[in-house]
């Protein structure tokens, strides 16, 4: 939503009206799915849980305000957003299986309607990293025999999703996200303050929450949930000998995903994002 936004030249400044909760039980949403041109939900009544106003689309990722990208989604259509998700390697997986099907394009799509994989989410955000050149993910780079010599070497296969100068805009939006005092994912800054970048998520009721970030060598996801019916709130529960009152993005995976990055990048060069 946020690079099909600035891709149409919506700029980052734009105001909306972004209330506790909105109303758009019927209305039109743009689409280019199963046929359709246009797609409407007759009972969809979003919320925040966060502050909302009117703000800015920066404030609004900071903040992680629903109702804006709500808003927002009417202005832009849940086509482009929907390719610029399926470009960088981001489908719906179909649950017990490897299948992946094209993202249902619905009201509710910016706010995590589909169900997809936290390897997915990891390798978008990478495209962002990568300044808007999408490499598919492979599991093995190469195997090597005993005496050194290369017997298979996996290549990346890359594609151009969006424009460098709308993937650094992206960028510069989500390190606010982790960066800016207040923000949803201020608590995850890296060591050493490392320039990096993000996104929380969390789904109704806490049964999922995930923290999706990255710096300009490494994307990775973290995503927490309950998976076996009936799905409940992780809110509450205790987590390694640490009781979360209320299960956030910022509050489970966030720490997981900030543990995991400060290791991996710990004899890593700090680099910086390309200022847009």
């Not at 109303?23 to 966060?50: H, K």
Request: glycine share 8%.
């Amino acid at each position: 939503m946020l690079a099909a936004a600035l891709n149409q030249g919506l700029e980052p400044d734009l105001e909306l009206d972004a209330p506790a909760q909105i109303d758009v039980s019927g209305e039109w949403f743009e689409a280019c799915w199963n046929d359709q041109t246009r797609v409407r939900d007759m009972d969809y009544e979003p919320a925040n849980s966060t502050r909302g106003g009117r703000i800015t689309r920066r404030e609004a990722t900071e903040w992680s305000t629903n109702t804006y990208y709500i808003r927002l989604l009417q202005r832009t259509g849940i086509c482009e957003p929907a390719r610029i998700a399926e470009s960088s390697g981001v489908w719906k997986q179909v649950p017990d299986t490897s299948e992946r099907q094209p993202l249902d394009q619905v009201p509710s799509f910016p706010l995590g309607s589909n169900t997809v994989a936290p390897l997915a989410m990891a390798e978008a955000f990478a495209m962002f990293a990568n300044r808007g050149e999408h490499c598919a993910s492979f599991a093995v780079a190469e195997v090597v025999d005993r005496d050194g010599d290369i017997l298979i070497e996996q290549e990346p296969e890359c594609d151009r999703v969006l424009d460098k100068d709308v993937a650094d805009m992206t960028n510069d939006i989500l390190r606010g996200v982790i960066e800016t005092e207040g923000a949803t994912g201020n608590a995850m800054r890296l060591d050493g303050g490392r320039p990096a970048a993000g996104k929380t998520g969390t789904t109704n009721g806490s049964v999922a929450v995930w923290f999706v970030g990255y710096t300009p060598q490494l994307s990775a996801a973290a995503a927490v949930a309950d998976l076996d019916p009936p799905q409940t709130s992780l809110s509450g529960r205790t987590y390694n000998g640490k009781r979360i009152s209320q299960a956030y993005g910022s509050t489970l995976p966030g720490p997981i995903w900030r543990e995991a990055m400060n290791e991996a990048l710990e004899d890593e060069p700090e680099e910086d994002f390309k200022e847009p």
